[in-house]
């Protein structure tokens, strides 16, 4: 202990440039010191919530109803929320330590945009229109651009200031859907509302799914035109290849599905209280809640310090594969609950 000690004094004493160069190496010690355990403690995914309890305490403050809608925008509204003041707020556009090196976190946060971004846009496609002909609502016309902005900008404007706005104008769509003297601002539960929406869900779990499961490298055959003898495609593709994730991607696209599954969770349990009376007259409930099980268990609390991705039978675990099996099992439950939603 002593001999590093009479090391370091030594350091101290003829650093190289001087005052100067003596200052910037404690500004770097303490930049280290400071920035592993709070980046640590700013990696930590936030916790579950839930959006029919919240929904209805945040209706009940503002002494308002929770009417149709209600509680899957609120849902959207907390997520945003979440994602600009949870612990470290919005760190995917950090330049500066912590923040820049928390690749995990920042995979995590933009598994929930997605998410965000879907859903802003089912809301002013879908759910708060009657009908195709039908005018958009003007909030939502506003909302949703803002969180299709560029989610790494830091500076002019910055990312977080977008997302702020487009809360806002989501924060006047949700008022207006409890004030029964504004009748433009509508939440239309219909069953091929839920479904269209679903549609882009499924694509997106699919997508996920295929990515985690190419961590240990997968033999694929073509199949883009399977199922129409008359499809063509703009350029050739091989017919059998070898598709695998890149080993530094690994536990990025493994965060990313976290963070989808963990927004995703949240909107279906909205979805289940604004949607009952649609799902159980198309006796689909009971499908959207294994959906929500199989979510549910996305979440379970990871021991590994690291992301591990041994072979398929490997020696070591491969947590992308357990991943994608709950997130192809969501995926499967999907789509068989939109069958049921397209039946009469």
Same mark, same amino acid.
């Given at each position: 202990m002593g001999s +590093?000690?009479?090391w370091y004094l030594d350091f101290w004493d003829n650093a190289p440039g001087g005052k100067i160069g003596r200052l910037f190496i404690a500004f770097l010690i303490i930049l280290i010191v400071v920035s592993i355990p709070l980046g640590v403690y700013w990696s930590v995914t936030p916790d579950q919530f839930d959006p029919v309890a919240e929904a209805e305490a945040d209706a009940q403050e503002q002494n308002l109803d929770v009417a149709p809608g209600y509680t899957t925008v609120y849902s959207l509204q907390h997520m945003v929320d979440t994602l600009l003041n949870k612990p470290g707020g919005y760190i995917s556009n950090d330049v500066i330590p912590p923040g820049v090196w928390l690749d995990n976190i920042s995979n995590w946060e933009f598994g929930v945009l997605v998410q965000v971004r879907d859903l802003s846009r089912a809301l002013r496609k879908d759910f708060s229109r009657s009908q195709s002909q039908s005018v958009e609502q003007p909030e939502l016309i506003k909302a949703e651009p803002q969180f299709h902005f560029d989610n790494n900008s830091w500076l002019f404007p910055s990312t977080e200031s977008q997302y702020k706005e487009g809360l806002e104008y989501l924060r006047k769509y949700h008022l207006a859907l409890a004030d029964k003297s504004q009748?433009? #601002? $509508?939440?239309?539960?219909? #069953?091929?509302?839920?479904n269209n929406w679903l549609a882009d869900v499924q694509t997106r779990l699919g997508s996920l799914s295929q990515r985690l499961s190419a961590s240990v490298g997968q033999k694929r055959l073509n199949t883009d035109l399977a199922g129409d003898p008359d499809a063509e495609q703009s350029t050739q593709t091989i017919q059998d290849s070898i598709v695998k994730t890149p080993w530094l991607e690994i536990d990025d696209v493994f965060y990313e599905a976290r963070g989808s599954a963990w927004a995703l969770l949240h909107v279906?349990? #909205?979805v289940e209280h604004d949607f009952a009376s649609v799902l159980e007259k198309k006796n689909a409930k009971?499908? +959207?809640q294994q959906i929500i099980r199989e979510l549910e268990a996305? $979440? $379970?609390?990871?021991?590994s310090p690291m992301i +591990?991705? *041994? *072979? *398929?039978? *490997?020696f070591f675990a491969n947590h992308s594969l357990v991943m994608a099996n709950y997130i192809s099992r969501a995926n499967a439950s999907i789509i068989d609950l939109r069958e049921l939603l397209s039946k009469g």
């Open positions: +590093l000690i009479d009748t433009e #601002a $509508q939440f239309f539960t219909r #069953a091929d509302n839920l279906l349990k #909205a009971v499908s +959207l996305t $979440q $379970q609390t990871l021991w +591990l991705n *041994g *072979g *398929g039978f *490997g």
